[in-house]
C-alpha cells in the first residue's frame, strides 16, 4: 500500500552506501522511520539531499508497518541554515528534542508545526536564536506532557504581588509567604523575576499562531534561558543532545564567554 503524507527529516542513519533509515515527522502518522534507497524515481542526487532540516511530501510504501520512501518531492530545506554553524547546531537541537518527546502513534502535527515555524523564524532572522530555543524548548516540553503550572502559588494562590519561585522539578509555582516551613524550601526553588514569569506564561497559553509574538529585554530573556534548558535536561534527563553542546560551543566562540550548559 502507498500512502501520501509530508514530513520533517528528523534525524538518518546510514545502512549501506545506497542505503538509509530516516526518522520522520510526518503530517498525520507520527514519527516513523523509513527506509530510503536509491532505485527507481530516487537518483544519487537527489538521494543525497534527502536528509535531516529536510520538509517533504512522502509517497510511502508501506508493508507490515515497514515504511519505504517511493519517492519525496521537496517543500523546504531551510537551507541557508546551513551557513551558520551556531544556527545549524540550535536546529539539530530542536530536532533531537522533537525526536526525544514526539511518540510513534500519536498526533504530531503541533510538533510539526511547532518546528517548521521556529525553524522558519531562526532561519530568516526574525528573532534571535536565544530567544527561539527558550521559547521551544518551554512550549515543546508542554506539548510533550511536561507542562508546568505556572497559574499561581500551588498553596495559596497567590499568582502576582508576592515574589513567585518556580521549582523545576514538580514543574509548579511557591510564593514568598508559603516557602519558608513548606517541604518545597528544601528543594530547588528559582525566584522568578516578573518578566521572565509573564514570558513563560506567555509561552505556555498562548495559542500557536501567537507563540512568538512577544519580546522580552536581554536580562530577563537570558534568565528564561536558562530556566528553559534546566528544565528541559531536569526532565529529559534520559535523553542525549549532542546538538546542544555544539551550539553552546559556537556561542561561547562567538561571545568569548565560557559559560557551560546548563547540565
Ligand atoms: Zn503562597
Redesign the pocket.
Known amino acids: 500500500m502507498i500512502i501520501k503524507t509530508e514530513g520533517m527529516i528528523l534525524s538518518q542513519r546510514s545502512y549501506r552506501d545506497s542505503e538509509k533509515f530516516l526518522t520522520i515527522l510526518t503530517r498525520d502518522q507520527g514519527v516513523i522511520e523509513a527506509k530510503l534507497r536509491q532505485f527507481g524515481q530516487i537518483k544519487r542526487s537527489q538521494f543525497n539531499l534527502i536528509g535531516p532540516l529536510g520538509y517533504f511530501r512522502f509517497d510511502l510504501f508501506v508493508l507490515k508497518q515497514r515504511y519505504t520512501v517511493d519517492a519525496a518531492e521537496k517543500i523546504e530545506d531551510f537551507f541557508p541554515l546551513r551557513y551558520d554553524v551556531e544556527k545549524l547546531a540550535l536546529a539539530g537541537y530542536f530536532c533531537e528534542l522533537t525526536q526525544s518527546l514526539a511518540s510513534p502513534r500519536e498526533d504530531a502535527w503541533v510538533y510539526l508545526r511547532l518546528l517548521l515555524n521556529t525553524l522558519a523564524l531562526l532561519e530568516k532572522d526574525r528573532r534571535s536564536p536565544a530567544f527561539l530555543k527558550a521559547v521551544f524548548e518551554l512550549r515543546a516540553l508542554s506539548l510533550g506532557g511536561f507542562m508546568p503550572d505556572l497559574v499561581c502559588?500551588k498553596?495559596?494562590c497567590?499568582f502576582e504581588g508576592k515574589k513567585l519561585y518556580f521549582l523545576p522539578f514538580a514543574g509548579t509555582l511557591?510564593?514568598s509567604?508559603?516557602l519558608p516551613g513548606s517541604p518545597e524550601n528544601n528543594q530547588l526553588h528559582i525566584p522568578l523575576a516578573p518578566p521572565v514569569l509573564a514570558a513563560m506564561r506567555y509561552i505556555l497559553y498562548k495559542e500557536a499562531d501567537k507563540l512568538f509574538q512577544f519580546s522580552l529585554a536581554d536580562k530577563p530573556l537570558e534568565q528564561l534561558g536558562k530556566i528553559t534548558e534546566y528544565y528541559t535536561l531536569c526532565h529529559m534527563e534520559n535523553s542525549k543532545f549532542p546538538s546542544l553542546q555544539l551550539y553552546h560551543q559556537f556561542v561561547n566562540l562567538s561571545t568569548g564567554e565560557n559559560h557551560e550548559p546548563a547540565t
Do not use: G
Request: charged share 10%; proline share 0%.
Open positions: 502559588c498553596h495559596c497567590q511557591v510564593c509567604d508559603c
